[in-house]
């Protein structure tokens, strides 16, 4: 798209549950401002994935946060393909593998992972933002939590109906009642478990709500683009 150009040091924070589009649209987003991507779900993802190969017990929280100090995660900020990788390892896919899926509340529910978390989050988003490279970081907490400076701070909500229509049509190409019912404990557990220590339903103040139920992904981005401070979207019409 050419009517938007890179605003410097743009930050931009979307948090939302399952399904709510997040990621679609913090990549698209990302790309037609020409600024970096920041998963941090991938990086909670991450964690599952060494614990799980350590062999750690993932309800031990003082065993899985032990893990942390040597934990050299990199996530390449670039929407297009975005990488994660621990150490030199490459893990983009294996991250998203059903037993990491499946594993990973325990992980993002534990209290002494989360605060390691954010304060690399943190980090990223403020050092985008000096640097005037510019973030889009998304996940569950980062409005409030991790970057509540952020220029702008989204969050995306969608009936848990939307968000398993949307699933069930990713994962096998239709919404009949029976996909449906395939994905109803991926979306309506993983509320609740995300839930326990995140607040994502009701914006705080300055925070912004959008609701993509009714919307296409094409509808969402105008949507999180309008609300751009002014001046920020370099949009020139
Ligand atoms: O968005 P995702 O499915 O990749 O997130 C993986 C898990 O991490 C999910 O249980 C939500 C959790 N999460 C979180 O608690 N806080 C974040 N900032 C990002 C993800």
Redesign the pocket.
């Known amino acids: 798209m050419s009517d938007v150009h890179s605003p410097h040091g743009l930050t931009i924070a979307i948090?939302g549950p399952?399904g709510s589009g997040?990621?679609t649209i913090a990549k698209l987003l990302a790309r037609r401002l020409g600024i970096g991507y920041l998963?941090?779900?991938?990086?909670?993802?991450s964690l599952t994935l060494i614990a799980l190969e350590s062999g750690v017990d993932l309800d031990d929280h003082d065993a899985v946060a032990a893990l942390l100090p040597s934990l050299d995660l990199h996530a390449d900020s670039n929407p297009d393909d975005p990488h994660f990788f621990v150490g030199n390892r490459e893990v983009t896919s294996l991250i998203r593998s059903s037993i990491v899926?499946e594993a990973?509340?325990k992980?993002?529910?534990n209290l002494l992972v989360?605060a390691w978390?954010v304060e690399h989050?943190r980090q990223r988003m403020a050092e985008a933002s000096a640097n005037g490279s510019g973030m889009v970081a998304?996940?569950?907490?980062?409005t409030t939590v991790?970057y509540p400076e952020a220029d702008l701070r989204v969050l995306l909500v969608a009936s848990p109906l939307a968000r398993m229509k949307r699933r069930a049509k990713e994962l096998f190409g239709d919404d009949s009642p029976e996909s449906l019912e395939k994905v109803r404990s991926q979306i309506v557990d993983?509320d609740a478990?995300?839930s326990t220590?995140?607040e994502f339903t009701n914006p705080g103040p300055g925070i912004e709500l959008v609701d993509t139920s009714d919307l296409d992904i094409e509808g969402v981005l105008e949507a999180v683009i309008s609300l751009l401070p002014a001046g920020m979207s370099g949009n020139h019409n």
């Open positions: 948090d399952a997040k990621s998963d941090t779900g991938a990086m909670y993802r899926s990973v509340a992980i993002s529910t989360r978390m989050q998304e996940g569950r907490d980062i991790v993983r478990a995300d220590v995140s």
